[in-house]
């Protein structure tokens, strides 16, 4: 079985289990409607996440590092919510908002797209478009139009912890 099938096939498991989870239901037509749902989704995403071999996914290091990226991403969109919510109640603290270039260091697929996603739901800024190494980020608050000093600014920080767990 090539690796895209694989990975299909791993995803569809997971996803058929998520849904037996979620509908908490052994009825034989939920179970085949389940199935069917989970590998069209799988299908549609081509495996992802679970293109990456489960054995590399598994490491004590990866897991310590998951671990403590939850925990950096929840005091990020804490200390973000914070930020929006004193320039909402002080309209006179500036905002200049704009679309800036930031360019990732990471390779794989799934890490950018955890990047991505964790750039939005960080409140004040959101991912607008993804191209290669280069995501196109709206901010609240442009600081600098500088690719290097917005990456450091905006993205840094989890990239630090998604360099250890995607790769």
Not at 144 to 150: E, F, G, I, L
Request: with cysteine.
């Amino acid at each position: 079985m090539d690796h895209r099938w694989r990975s299909i096939s791993i995803a569809t498991v997971f996803y058929w289990l998520l849904w037996l989870v979620l509908v908490q239901s052994f009825d034989p037509q939920e179970m085949l409607a389940g199935a069917v749902v989970a590998f069209f989704v799988a299908f549609l995403s081509r495996g992802e996440p679970f293109s990456t071999p489960v054995k590399c996914l598994l490491s004590p290091k990866r897991i310590a590092y998951t671990i403590a990226y939850v925990f950096y991403l929840f005091f990020a969109i804490v200390r973000s919510n914070l930020d929006v919510a004193r320039r909402v109640v002080s309209p006179k603290l500036p905002i200049n908002p704009g679309i800036v270039k930031i360019k990732t260091r990471l390779k794989s697929p799934l890490g950018k797209m955890i990047l991505a996603n964790s750039i939005t739901l960080t409140p004040g800024t959101l991912t607008v478009d993804v191209k290669g190494e280069d995501f196109y980020i709206h901010w609240i608050d442009v600081e600098t139009k500088d690719v290097q000093a917005a990456t450091e600014k905006i993205a840094a920080g989890f990239e630090k912890f998604l360099e250890v767990i995607c790769g």
